[in-house]
Nanobody, 111 residues
Framework: QVQLVESGGGLAQAGGSLRLSCAFS????????FSWYRQAPGYERTFVAK???????DNEHFVRCRFTISRDNAKNMVYLHMNSLKPDDTGVYSC?????WGQGTQVTVSS
C-alpha cells in the first residue's frame, strides 16, 4: 500500500526559501509519477508541479522559475524547492502519486 508523508513546511518571510519533502513508502517508486498541489485558504486545491518517472518536470506558471520539483530514487523521496516565496504561496502543500495523497504540510509566507 502506498503512503506519502510530507514535511518541511513552516513559516517563511517573503523572498525566502523552503524545501518540502515527500517520503514515499510502497513499491515501484522509480516507475511512478509524482506531483505537488497546494490549497490556499478559501480556495480549491491546485496543481503546482510534477515530475515523471523519467525525471521530466513541469510547473504551473505562477511558480515557474521559483519552484523546482526533484526526486531521489535511491531514497524514495520527492522534493519541492521553493525560492523567492510570496505571501500568495501560503497554503497546504500536498504530495500526490497518481492515486494517493499525503496529508499535506502547511506553508505560511509573511510579507
Amino acid at each position: 500500500q502506498v503512503q506519502l508523508v510530507e514535511s518541511g513546511g513552516g513559516l517563511a518571510q517573503a523572498g525566502g526559501s523552503l524545501r518540502l519533502s515527500c517520503a514515499f513508502s510502497g513499491s515501484n517508486f522509480r516507475f511512478r509519477n509524482f506531483s505537488w498541489y497546494r490549497q490556499a485558504p478559501g480556495y480549491e486545491r491546485t496543481f503546482v508541479a510534477k515530475i515523471t518517472s523519467g525525471g521530466s518536470t513541469d510547473n504551473e506558471h505562477f511558480v515557474r522559475c521559483r519552484f523546482t520539483i526533484s526526486r531521489d530514487n535511491a531514497k524514495n523521496m520527492v522534493y519541492l524547492h521553493m525560492n523567492s516565496l510570496k505571501p500568495d504561496d501560503t497554503g497546504v502543500y500536498s504530495c500526490r502519486a497518481p492515486d494517493t495523497w499525503g496529508q499535506g504540510t502547511q506553508v505560511t509566507v509573511s510579507s
